[in-house]
């Protein structure tokens, strides 16, 4: 198909840093491109340790004063960027369709989910709350509060960047810390118009910056700087295990969101429109390219094949046309190197006997919606994760199986399941090893006030308004003697 004109051109991005664009130091910048053609889109400046340094020097020197800022001075701010992105939502979405390849559906949805993260950040600042603690001396009076802890760095991937720009810097706004965000190298564009929303909410400067740049080159710089005091991440398993090494030695606190290979199971007794349903929305959504997209099916015997048959008929009838076409459902896979990444995976499947029920070609830039069977432990798709739109779907016998399947994995970010059964359906949810259970739903679902995350190489520690209080503050305990 002819490759689409894009509506987003800007001139180069520098950092944003204490309030102000500041150029790179090095004055090097790298081409930002548009995933369906990889034609350049404009540039962004390419950090430096000097940047980096800079910009955490900065956060440091706001957190001085914002740090006792009152909780309806944050409300308000938060409030006011809620406001100013549903007045530029247009905007916004044209940077998600072009800069990463995301269908309007999918950028629309992003832009929902921002807003919501928004408000409930802005409730956040009057949740802080302590206690009062009985004493064993007469006349002693005993209580703890909250303080923010300082500098958050957050570390953004390509895939949600409004969704995650927003969260990993609304929250440690709300409790009153600063915020260093480095957004993927894929996706500067998001992270940088979101310093322009906070300038205009009134956010004071050095509260929020930017540094843009390539992650191997300065994130060790951005994780282990004596003023950062916790990390937030979200991209892969091997970085997020550098990165969770990083942290214990230096003693930072953290949240890491990281790889999936999320299981589905269809029962004998699901809803087959439902459970067919559930399963497209969870792998072939922004073409696979989320995390907690579930690449693993697992479908009862006696529905098998009505299942794979209906399954790869809806995979077959996804729409990979105009991004701005609402009915558009598949975009492009974000770069050539993901790209390749892709293909290895099913023509290593394809090579060694899969069966391809549906897709396995490719569109340009477009990964047509993949379905396979016949998956062994010997291709590479059946245990690493593939992150784009390609899904294994295999028989099981017993809910034993489903269960047994789903927990071999190293794994564990989301997991879904589709029966009628309540026992089927409570036994399963408790016994997957995964941070996220999801009965007859996609397994693709997140709100701004659960604990959000996974175990094992999916993850360590929960994002979530609660969680994010307990983890972005600090307790102190104070005694007057009466």
Not at 98 to 126: C, H, Q, W, Y
Not at 154 to 174: E, M
Not at 379 to 403: H, L, N, R
Request: with cysteine.
């Amino acid at each position: 198909m002819a490759s689409e004109s894009s509506k987003t051109q800007q001139s180069p991005i520098d950092h944003w840093i204490g309030g102000q664009r500041v150029k790179p130091t090095s004055g090097k910048y790298f081409t930002i491109k548009n995933p369906l053609n990889d034609s350049g889109m404009g540039e962004a400046a390419a950090g430096s340790v000097e940047d980096v340094n800079a910009a955490v020097e900065a956060a440091q020197k706001a957190f001085q004063s914002f740090r006792n800022s009152l909780p309806k001075e944050r409300e308000r701010i938060l409030c006011k960027a809620a406001e100013i992105l549903e007045r530029d939502r247009n905007e916004f979405v044209d940077i998600l369709v072009d800069e990463i390849g995301s269908p309007i559906k999918k950028a629309n949805f992003e832009v929902e989910k921002a807003l919501t993260l928004f408000r409930a950040a802005a409730g956040m600042s009057r949740n802080v709350t302590g206690k009062t603690i009985p004493s064993d001396v007469p006349g002693k009076f005993s209580m703890s509060v909250r303080a923010p802890i300082g500098v958050v760095a957050a570390i953004t991937p390509f895939n949600v960047p409004l969704i995650k720009c927003v969260r990993l810097s609304c929250n440690p706004i709300g409790l009153g810390n600063t915020v260093v965000m480095m957004p993927s190298e894929e996706a500067p564009m998001i992270a940088n118009r979101l310093a322009k929303l906070y300038e205009e909410a009134g956010l004071p400067e050095g509260v929020y910056n930017v540094v843009t740049g390539n992650g191997y080159e300065i994130g060790d710089t951005l994780t282990t700087h004596p003023h950062v005091k916790m990390v937030t991440f979200t991209g892969s398993s091997v970085v997020g295990q550098h990165i969770r090494e990083l942290c214990a030695k230096h003693g930072k606190r953290m949240t890491l969101e990281l790889g999936g290979k999320s299981p589905l199971v269809v029962m004998d007794d699901a809803d087959m429109q439902q459970a067919v349903a559930g399963a497209v929305q969870s792998i072939f959504m922004y073409q696979g390219q989320v995390c907690m997209g579930a690449s693993r099916v697992y479908v009862q015997q006696g529905v098998f094949d009505q299942f794979v048959k209906g399954f790869s008929q809806a995979a077959k009838g996804l729409q990979a046309g105009d991004l701005r076409d609402p009915a558009t459902m598949i975009g492009p896979i974000i770069s050539e190197r993901q790209r390749g990444r892709v293909r290895d995976h099913i023509e290593d499947a394809r090579d060694k006997g899969a069966k391809l029920e549906a897709g396995g070609d490719w569109d340009e830039n477009r990964c047509l919606p993949t379905v396979l069977t016949g998956v062994t432990p010997q291709m590479t798709v059946y245990a690493q994760e593939t992150f784009g739109p390609v899904v294994s779907v295999y028989p099981i016998k017993t809910i034993d199986d489903a269960i047994a399947e789903s927990n071999d994995s190293r794994f564990g970010l989301s997991a879904a399941i589709f029966t009628t059964n309540i026992n089927d359906a409570m036994r399963y949810a408790l016994e997957v090893e995964s941070g996220m259970v999801h009965v007859n739903g996609s397994s693709l679902h997140d709100e701004p006030h659960v604990p959000f995350g996974g175990v094992k190489d999916s993850g360590y520690g929960r994002e979530g308004t609660e969680e994010d209080i307990e983890a972005m503050t600090e307790w102190k305990w104070i005694t007057i003697q009466m």
